[in-house]
């Protein structure tokens, strides 16, 4: 049984890095949206991800970036994942993610009246319109981009979409064990739901994240599920 992966979002000090990485994080994402509270300049990035050790992956989160702010970007950050959180189409996401040649990941906001069809044929659409599609990011449907912080009806996940996808929205050290158990996502990502104020990592709630979904995986891997 392969363990899950976990991102934290939203990072803006070096401090909270070093806390992120030392607590056993997957990657890290840095906010390049300009209205969110957690956004970082490119340089900003830079500096935080030099004190990321290797094999921890530095994402960047995108809101309906033009191809010339995502070069831009990325010619002073070097990021290993790009994460696309607008409302990018197939086609936009395919050219961004082709500009500079780098993987990312599309989010795909789930209402209540979203069918699994609708996931299916949605992920389909990006794995057909890029190569360097990875993976959708499912979050919860609001009127506004970046997170929600609020959960859906984890039901509305095909079972055989599951495992490649990162699951998002209104996560938490108390309820995470039990969305890993029942969806079994690829990942897990979480931002406030760790945080003690906006863009400020709690170390402590990081950890018992972090705790939480290997308490799921051991679950998962002992066949205790329902």
């Not at 290993?80 to 082709?98: I, K």
């Amino acid at each position: 049984m392969p363990r899950t992966r976990i991102k934290i979002c939203g990072l803006t000090r070096v401090e909270d890095v070093q806390a992120v990485v030392a607590a056993g994080a997957d990657a890290i994402g840095f906010v390049f949206y300009p209205k969110s509270p957690r956004y970082v300049t490119p340089g900003q990035a830079a500096s935080l991800i030099a004190a990321m050790p290797p094999y921890v992956t530095a994402v960047g989160l995108f809101v309906n970036a033009s191809v010339a702010e995502v070069q831009a970007i990325t010619a002073v950050a070097p990021l290993a994942l790009l994460q696309f959180h607008g409302d990018e189409t197939p086609e936009h996401s395919a050219a961004l993610a082709q500009a500079v040649q780098t993987p990312f990941v599309q989010v795909f906001r789930v209402r209540p009246d979203t069918s699994h069809q609708d996931l299916l044929e949605y992920e389909q659409r990006y794995r057909a319109a890029s190569p360097l599609f990875s993976s959708l990011l499912l979050d919860t449907y609001v009127d506004a981009y970046g997170g929600a912080g609020k959960v859906f009806d984890w039901s509305l996940v095909p079972e055989e979409l599951a495992p490649r996808v990162v699951l998002s929205g209104g996560l938490s050290v108390h309820n995470v064990t039990d969305a890993v158990v029942r969806v079994r996502p690829y990942a897990v990502d979480i931002s406030s739901g760790v945080e003690a104020a906006k863009g400020i990592k709690d170390a402590s709630r990081v950890r018992a994240f972090i705790a939480a979904v290997q308490d799921a995986d051991t679950i998962i891997a002992r066949g205790n599920t329902p």
